[in-house]
């Protein structure tokens, strides 16, 4: 897999879409971009956290994660409909859908590709939570005690630390701030945020 990233100590690191490398799912239907894996620091081939993007091209079921909770968020303007354990889950664009890793969930009436973002946490360390929001202008985001992806998904941005050069994002780039830092978002544009904190 290829990797890369745009690092500016003590600022931002930015993971690009363009360095990405999809890998296939084991049943056929689709392919992950994993965007950020956090190791798990004493089980080895565990992970603490993870956020990808899954490209789902036909019905059929997710991979099952016990002890893992997930957050999924539909990408493109047609949704995603879900089988979520016999019950129906249908998302609009940008809309976001929590289960238990356990549960055997499904992609229901698939016709075109279609894009969505996933974030995963284990449950015994971490809690997660992932939310759209549009930017307009300046803004500055605020990290606290969270490790925060954010995540553009649509329009332009460009991100800085507050000190450093403006760092102009490509749809679907990543930005990791620093961690108790405030990162400035200049343009007009979409985008995901997915914040991780200690259980």
Not at 42 to 67: C, H, K, M, Q, Y
Not at 136 to 142: F, K, M, P
Request: charged share 20%.
């Amino acid at each position: 897999m290829k990797t890369g990233a745009t690092f500016l100590p003590p600022g931002p690191t930015v993971l690009r879409a363009a360095d990405r490398s999809p890998a296939p799912w084991r049943n056929g239907g689709g392919s992950t971009s994993e965007i950020l894996l956090r190791r798990h620091p004493t089980e080895a081939g565990a992970f603490d956290w993870r956020l990808s993007i899954a490209r789902v091209a036909a019905d059929g079921p997710f991979s099952r994660f016990p002890g893992v909770d997930r957050a999924l968020m539909a990408l493109d303007p047609g949704g995603l409909h879900l089988d979520e354990e016999g019950a129906t889950v249908a998302l609009a664009q940008y809309g976001v859908h929590c289960f238990p890793g356990e549960n055997a969930v499904a992609s229901t009436g698939v016709t075109v590709e279609t894009l969505d973002l996933n974030l995963m946490w284990r449950r015994d360390r971490r809690r997660g939570t992932l939310t759209e929001h549009q930017v307009s202008g300046l803004e500055t985001v605020s990290t606290g005690t969270a490790e925060l992806a954010i995540v553009l998904l649509s329009g332009w941005l460009s991100c800085r630390d507050g000190t450093g050069p403006w760092i102009p994002l490509a749809i679907h780039d990543a930005v990791l701030p620093a961690p108790g830092t405030r990162l400035q978002l200049i343009g007009r544009g979409r985008v995901a945020l997915a914040r991780v904190l200690p259980r």
